[in-house]
Nanobody, 116 residues
Framework: QAQVVESGGGSVQPGESLRLSCTTSSRELSFVAMAWYRQAPGQQRELVASIAGGGTTNYADSVRGRFTISRNKAFNTVYLQMNSLKPEDTASYYC??????????WGQGTQVTVSW
């Protein structure tokens, strides 16, 4: 089973930016869909953004216009550019990678904290 590696989380002030990255230990794998989710303490995990094989993207209303999801050409690495961060964006962020046949991989999560 390939391991999913996330990076880029951290602590920033409101209005600042972070860029999350997610890839696998098995770089020969490619995926048909990739997404970022987040979960704040006491809250359910929610979809933040997704990107399909054709490049179609989808965003939660709360992040549309501030966050951008993208992928590399090999479709084995996904990014989440987060601009104009707000305190309510504080959460653990998880990537989900889906291969053909609905085989999915989840990362362990990377913490994003936005506060003064």
């Amino acid at each position: 089973q390939a391991q999913v590696v996330e990076s880029g989380g951290g602590s920033v002030q409101p209005g600042e930016s972070l860029r999350l990255s997610c890839t696998t230990s098995s770089r020969e794998l490619s995926f048909v869909a990739m997404a970022w989710y987040r979960q704040a303490p006491g809250q359910q995990r929610e979809l933040v953004a997704s990107i399909a094989g054709g490049g179609t993207t989808n965003y939660a209303d709360s992040v549309r216009g501030r966050f951008t999801i993208s992928r590399n050409k090999a479709f084995n690495t996904v990014y989440l550019q987060m601009n104009s961060l707000k305190p309510e964006d504080t959460a653990s962020y998880y990537c989900r990678l889906v291969r053909s046949g609905a085989v999915e991989y989840w990362g362990q999560g990377t913490q994003v904290t936005v506060s003064w």
